[in-house]
């Protein structure tokens, strides 16, 4: 009897706004496609011929469009980490020209310490929602690089099934 792990529930789709919703709904349904890509069972739950024969065909296509996807993912870090830096970088510089003008003395200056913290403190949700949005982005790209290590790894069972069919099959020829 198959016991359900607890786990966070993934809202429906049509109420999907936070970035860690949208992750949590693209890892799910991510692995939700490797359990149907790797279940080799047949109706006897075991695989025979006809299930490692597909699986093999279909194991470089899988394959590819995994680190098809895993480059997307990176592209969408690239791109969240630059919203980012580009956001902070000109409020860091706002800050810091209204809280070290010129007339004030530079032993008086804020540190870069305080204006990093000003910074979070007077834009604390546009700070949270781009920060947050790099963090799961971040997230993804790690996702896919370990579903794509867990492929990998489907490929050397896969090749074990394979050389125990070969061996049945010679066994069962010789008998």
């Given at each position: 009897?198959?016991?359900?792990?607890?786990?966070?529930?993934?809202?429906?789709?049509?109420?999907?706004?936070?970035?860690?919703?949208?992750?949590?709904?693209?890892?799910?349904?991510?692995?939700?496609?490797?359990?149907?890509?790797?279940?080799?069972?047949?109706?006897?739950?075991?695989?025979?011929?006809?299930?490692?024969?597909?699986?093999?065909?279909?194991?470089?296509?899988?394959?590819?469009s995994?680190?098809?996807?895993?480059?997307?993912?990176?592209?969408?870090?690239?791109?969240?980490?630059?919203?980012?830096?580009?956001?902070?970088?000109?409020?860091?510089?706002?800050?810091?020209?209204?809280?070290?003008?010129?007339?004030?003395?530079?032993?008086?200056?804020?540190?870069?310490?305080?204006?990093?913290?000003?910074?979070r403190?007077?834009?604390?949700?546009?700070?949270?929602?781009?920060?947050?949005e790099?963090?799961?982005?971040?997230?993804?790209?790690?996702?896919?690089?370990?579903?794509?290590?867990?492929?990998?790894?489907?490929?050397?069972?896969?090749?074990?099934?394979?050389?125990?069919?070969?061996?049945?099959?010679?066994?069962?020829?010789?008998?």
């Amino acid at each position: 009897m198959e016991e359900k792990i607890k786990t966070r529930t993934i809202p429906k789709k049509d109420n999907i706004s936070s970035p860690e919703d949208r992750l949590l709904e693209y890892v799910e349904s991510q692995i939700n496609k490797m359990k149907k890509y790797t279940d080799l069972g047949n109706s006897d739950g075991i695989p025979g011929f006809y299930e490692l024969n597909q699986a093999l065909m279909e194991f470089t296509t899988i394959q590819s469009s995994l680190i098809s996807m895993g480059v997307i993912a990176k592209i969408e870090y690239d791109k969240a980490t630059e919203a980012f830096k580009d956001w902070y970088s000109e409020k860091y510089v706002e800050t810091r020209e209204r809280l070290n003008p010129p007339s004030l003395a530079g032993s008086k200056w804020a540190s870069q310490t305080e204006i990093d913290a000003y910074i979070r403190r007077e834009n604390r949700t546009e700070y949270g929602r781009l920060h947050k949005e790099m963090v799961c982005a971040e997230m993804k790209v790690d996702a896919m690089r370990r579903i794509q290590d867990s492929w990998n790894t489907y490929s050397l069972i896969l090749n074990r099934l394979c050389k125990n069919v070969e061996t049945e099959m010679a066994v069962t020829a010789t008998n």
